[in-house]
């Protein structure tokens, strides 16, 4: 829409309009649709400048990057911008037409410097319907995504092949607990070997602190009882 923002210098004024967009214009794979938005604002004269405030409101069809299936999802948004208009009666350089005045220039996040009074809010409104497409939609916050063996929607239910299917990430890592188990278990036996030399050397130390053991549990609860009973069993 293009705004006249000399309207502006008497009062701001407020524009509105609903706008159709092909999702295709958008040129991102994973937009499917785009419902009517509805794109409105303010402009407010702020010597030197102009003021503008936007508001989109519609509703995106996406495709979710885990799962694959379509979603709708309401959004708004909003933008500000400050105008500022070059000097008047600037010579204009050869090559340039007055359809060129419409052109923005962007120097800085927020700031546009236009050429006359008139301001062209299409460019912006692309731009908004552009930065509201997340970089990777998501049907829902925990989307489960599809099983890379089989294909089956995890959200749907668990496939068979889930449980056995290692990420490729942790196979390093299973690697390297495999080793430690292994050394864990190398390390044991060697432990319980010279646990089993020292106790046949320290039987008789043993023996008699096993005896200290059931004079001290006598009396006891009869679960622990029952349980040094065991003990003795063996
Ligand atoms: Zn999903
Ligand atoms: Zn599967």
Not at 90 to 101: H, K, L, T, Y
Not at 176 to 181: G, H
Request: with cysteine.
């Amino acid at each position: 829409m293009q705004l006249d923002l000399d309207r502006a210098r008497r009062e701001p004024f407020h524009w509105q309009e609903t706008r159709e967009v092909p999702a295709a214009a958008l040129e991102r794979p994973e937009l499917e649709r785009l419902s009517e938005i509805d794109w409105q604002g303010r402009v407010t004269f702020t010597d030197p400048g102009f003021y503008l405030t936007g508001r989109l409101a519609y509703r995106q069809r996406l495709i979710c990057t885990r799962c694959l299936k379509s979603f709708t999802e309401p959004v708004e948004s909003g933008v500000e911008l400050l105008l500022l208009v070059e000097e008047r009666h600037r010579p204009r350089r050869s090559g340039e037409d007055a359809g060129e005045g419409v052109e923005l220039e962007e120097e800085d996040l927020g700031v546009v410097i236009l050429h006359d009074d008139r301001f062209d809010t299409d460019p912006v409104l692309l731009e908004q319907l552009q930065l509201n497409i997340p970089m990777k939609p998501l049907c829902r916050p925990g989307c489960r995504g599809l099983c890379p063996v089989c294909g089956a929607d995890r959200n749907a239910g668990g496939c068979s092949c889930s449980e056995r299917t290692t990420d490729p990430r942790w196979q390093d890592l299973s690697g390297l607990k495999e080793r430690l188990t292994r050394r864990e278990a190398e390390v044991g036996l060697a432990t319980e070997k010279a646990a089993t030399n020292e106790a046949t050397l320290n039987e008789a130390t043993l023996n008699e602190a096993a005896l200290n053991e059931a004079v001290a549990n006598e009396g006891e609860t009869p679960q622990a009882a029952a349980k040094t009973h065991d003990v003795d069993a063996d």
